[in-house]
């Protein structure tokens, strides 16, 4: 099983700033990983798949990169309604995995 | 607009069984492979179970393997998970998700989710 570490576990900033979130991932998944977005009460929502892409109707503050084994989540200046939790998600093998979830609060 | 609506979840006790079902609109149902993805409470996600499109492929997690099995109806646009032998740990809020394609193991649109409570 292909385990997703994300870190930090909270990250603590102020609209405006700029949020960098990580996931690694235990063997190479080359571009096979995704990112989530969950506010509380509610169902998850795809921010990026394939790495990079962004998913329909999503704002171009959110940008994805990286392959292999080391992805990054990057909002470029936070709005009030980006304060959630953050997932990464990975198809490259059986069983899909997600990692246990960055939370970005407001400082 | 595309809807998924949960619907089974209830309060088990343990060792007892559960039929979670999903129904589909606003796609062209047989075209996307379709997954359940469940949250314990206060806790991060998990990745139960996907089915292909056409039925033929399954696939679940250690986790419940051999205790939980999926199936769909096309000719009804629903997904489903049968849920036997229930443990205390299978407590969780059930989502239905949809692949965003044929193969394509991302999960762009949700249900509402449906809440399983496993006790005694």
């Known amino acids: 099983e292909i385990v997703l570490t994300q870190s930090p576990a909270t990250l603590s900033l102020s609209p405006g700033e700029r949020a960098t979130l990580s996931c690694r991932a235990s063997q190479s998944v080359s571009s096979f990983l995704a990112w989530y977005q969950q506010k509380p009460g509610q169902a998850p929502t795809l921010l990026i798949y394939a790495a990079s892409n962004r998913a329909t109707g999503i704002p171009a503050r959110f940008s994805g990169s990286g392959s292999g084994t080391d992805f990054t989540l990057t909002i470029s200046s936070l709005e009030p309604e980006d304060f959630a939790l953050y997932y990464c998600q990975q198809r490259s093998n059986w069983p899909l995995t997600f990692g246990g979830g960055t939370k970005v609060e407001t400082k | 607009d595309v809807q998924l609506l949960e619907s089974g979840g209830g309060l088990v006790q343990p060792g007892g069984s559960l039929r979670l079902s999903c129904a589909a609109s606003?796609?062209?149902?047989?075209?996307?492979?379709m997954n359940w993805v469940r949250q314990a409470p206060g806790q991060g996600l998990e990745w139960v179970s996907a089915?292909?499109?056409?039925?033929?492929?399954?696939y679940y997690a250690d986790s419940v393997k051999g205790r939980f099995t999926i199936s769909r109806d096309n000719s009804k646009n629903t997904l489903f998970l049968q849920m036997n032998s229930l443990r205390a740990e299978d407590t969780a809020v059930y989502y239905c998700?949809?692949?965003?394609?044929?193969?394509?193991?991302?999960?762009?649109?949700w249900g509402q989710g449906t809440l399983v409570t496993v006790s005694s």
């Open positions: 998700a949809k692949s965003k394609g044929l193969s394509w193991y991302y999960f762009d649109y």
């Open positions: 606003g796609i062209t149902f047989s075209n996307y492979d």
């Open positions: 089915i292909s499109g056409g039925g033929g492929s399954t």
